[in-house]
């Protein structure tokens, strides 16, 4: 039972590392990621595609998950 505890315990810490990257990213979006929209570069570019997939990636994980647990 102690060791289900210590992992419930590490699952809710996880859970408001979460919180807090989202904040840091929604912050960072707000910001339009450090670059001016008038000086955007072809490395911005590439860099902007990066995160869209891999926030794609894992929304779409999330949305299957929730929908198994309806």
Do not use: C
Request: a positive charge; aromatic letters at 8%; charged letters at 35%.
């Amino acid at each position: 039972m102690e060791n289900y505890q210590e992992a419930k315990q590490r699952y809710l810490v996880r859970l408001e590392n979460i919180k807090h990257l989202l904040e840091r990213l929604t912050q960072a979006s707000f910001e339009n990621f450090g670059v001016a929209p008038e000086k955007v570069t072809r490395r911005d570019m590439v860099f902007v595609h990066e995160v869209e997939e891999k926030l794609t990636e894992i929304s779409n994980r999330i949305h299957i998950k929730k929908n198994k647990l309806i």
